[in-house]
């Protein structure tokens, strides 16, 4: 299930870190697949990749945010 930006920055940083676990798996099992088998949607090996890329751009978003606040 693909997620946008949004819900991706209402998540907080503990769901974050396990979508983002496993969104991770979920890559390396279709990968896994792929090189034995057709994939059924082989487009949403690009989906996940980008859902993980979002997630995390947010992670460092909040990592500065927080520095910036603390220092």
Same mark, same amino acid.
């Given at each position: 299930?693909?997620?946008?930006a949004?819900?991706?920055?209402?998540?907080?940083? +503990? #769901? *974050?870190?396990?979508? $983002?676990?496993?969104? &991770?798996?979920?890559?390396?099992?279709? @990968?896994?697949?792929?090189?034995? +088998? #057709? *994939?059924?949607?082989? $487009?949403?090996?690009? &989906?996940?990749?980008?859902?993980?890329? @979002?997630?995390?751009?947010?992670?460092?978003?909040?990592?500065?945010?927080?520095?910036?606040?603390?220092?």
């Amino acid at each position: 299930m693909p997620l946008d930006a949004t819900e991706i920055r209402e998540l907080t940083d +503990e #769901e *974050l870190a396990e979508e $983002l676990a496993r969104a &991770t798996n979920e890559v390396a099992r279709l @990968r896994y697949r792929s090189a034995f +088998e #057709e *994939l059924e949607n082989p $487009l949403l090996l690009r &989906t996940l990749r980008r859902d993980i890329a @979002r997630m995390k751009t947010v992670q460092v978003d909040r990592a500065r945010s927080e520095e910036n606040q603390v220092g």
